[in-house]
């Protein structure tokens, strides 16, 4: 079973500073079947990044996904006040999927 | 596109409940789908899932034998039947849709359904 570890545990930065979020898999992700969700406060989670590096729908250019292997980074560029949230991992060539336990994004 | 869960709320340890999601704006019959729960103030953990067809299920082992997913494509429907709940499995209950094909991401969730096991 392929478990995901998302560092940092809470993330403070103020908004228009680079936020880059770290996903670490316990094996090699071969396929890169490697996603990423944003979660807002009382908000269901919405599809930010597949495939470790493609914008779903929608998604501003301020966020970037880059990685292979077992090392996968979600980058924002320049922190918009909406982008402070909590962000998942999540690893979907498997059956159940997994996720990672979330960083959050905190106003510093 | 819409996802309405339903179906959420209090239940006794070892009760039932049966949570209901609706889709509307979808072809429905042309995605697997999901149900992901989140407890309170934790992360996101995977529950069931079911083939476009319904022929497979799969299920998390802390969930296997107890809860059972089905769906109805000619109403737009998936089901969770929850038995024999315990405490830990008080969450939010997201249905989710995964992109159309095979090993997607899961590209649409509904608001989320409220379940709460207490005595």
């Known amino acids: 079973e392929i478990v995901l570890t998302q560092s940092p545990g809470t993330l403070s930065l103020s908004p228009g500073e680079r936020a880059t979020l770290s996903c670490r898999a316990s094996q090699s992700l071969y396929t890169n079947y490697l996603a990423w969700y944003q979660q807002r406060p009382g908000q269901a989670p919405r599809l930010l990044i597949y495939g470790a590096s493609y914008r779903a729908t929608g998604i501003p250019d301020r966020f970037s996904g880059s990685g292979s292997g077992t090392d996968f980074a979600l980058t924002v560029s320049r922190l918009e006040p909406e982008d402070f949230a909590v962000y998942f991992c999540q690893y979907y060539y498997t059956s159940p999927q997994t996720f990672g336990q979330g960083t959050t994004v905190e106003v510093k | 596109v819409q996802l309405v869960e339903s179906g959420g709320g209090l239940a006794q340890p070892g009760g039932s409940l049966r949570l209901s999601c609706s889709g509307s704006?979808?072809?429905?019959?042309?995605?697997?789908m999901h149900w992901v729960r989140q407890a309170p103030g934790k992360g996101l953990e995977y529950v069931s899932g079911i083939v476009r067809n319904g022929d497979k299920t799969i299920y998390a082992d802390s969930v296997k034998g107890r809860f059972t997913i089905s769906r109805d494509n000619s109403n737009n429907k998936m089901d969770l039947q929850l038995s024999s709940l315990r405490s830990e499995d008080t969450a939010v209950y997201y249905c989710?849709?995964?992109?159309?094909?095979?090993?997607?991401?899961?590209?649409?969730w509904g608001q989320g359904t409220l379940v709460i096991v207490s005595s």
């Open positions: 989710v849709r995964e992109e159309a094909g095979d090993w997607k991401p899961f590209d649409f």
């Open positions: 704006g979808i072809s429905f019959s042309s995605h697997h």
